[in-house]
């Protein structure tokens, strides 16, 4: 059947009656396919508000929901050389997968921790002048013993064993962890 524009009615003088306008006649298949073309538009424009939502709630929810400790797939690693570090420095390692950091207090004790922030894992760095390590993505922070004491991290930094075999300074994860 021929529709009008107006959908009232099958035929334009029936249309002129009902809407007092004159309608358009329209074939059936041009009727199918403006709808299909609706139908695909309000698809394409929904499938877009769904992507802009989840781009705004995958990081706020990132941010909120901190990811669970990851392993580092290695016990025992060597994290530098006697004289590598000057006192109260730091310096980046790999302890498996993973970056770690060993540092140098000033009066001359090491101590080895993960460098994966506990927040949403950036790469933390030593701070001399706060003898802190802190993060740069959100301003945690941390003490050179891995706790956290400022900002979003909620937890410590895993802290490892050191230990010193001739020249050699090694990270050793804790038996218990
Ligand atoms: S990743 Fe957010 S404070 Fe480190």
Request: charged share 20%; hydrophobic share 35%.
């Amino acid at each position: 059947m021929i529709v009008c524009s107006h959908q009232l009615s099958g035929e334009s003088w029936a249309c002129l009656r009902v809407c007092g306008k004159r309608g358009q006649m329209l074939d059936p298949d041009k009727k199918k396919r403006r709808e299909e073309r609706r139908r695909f538009v309000e698809t394409f424009l929904g499938m877009g508000v769904a992507a802009s939502v989840a781009s705004f709630l995958y990081p706020v929810l990132r941010y909120i929901i901190p990811p669970k400790q990851v392993e580092l797939g290695a016990s025992l690693v060597l994290a530098a050389h006697i004289g590598d570090l000057k006192p109260n420095s730091g310096k980046i390692f790999r302890f498996g997968s993973r970056p770690a950091i060993l540092i140098l207090t000033s009066d001359g004790k090491y101590h080895a921790l993960s460098a994966v922030c506990t927040h949403l894992g950036c790469t933390v760095q030593y701070l001399p002048d706060q003898h802190e390590v802190w993060c740069p993505c959100h301003n945690g922070k941390y003490t050179v013993d891995g706790a956290n004491i400022s900002g979003p991290p909620p937890r410590p930094l895993q802290e490892f064993d050191v230990i010193l075999k001739g020249n050699d300074i090694y990270a050793q994860r804790p038996q218990n962890s």
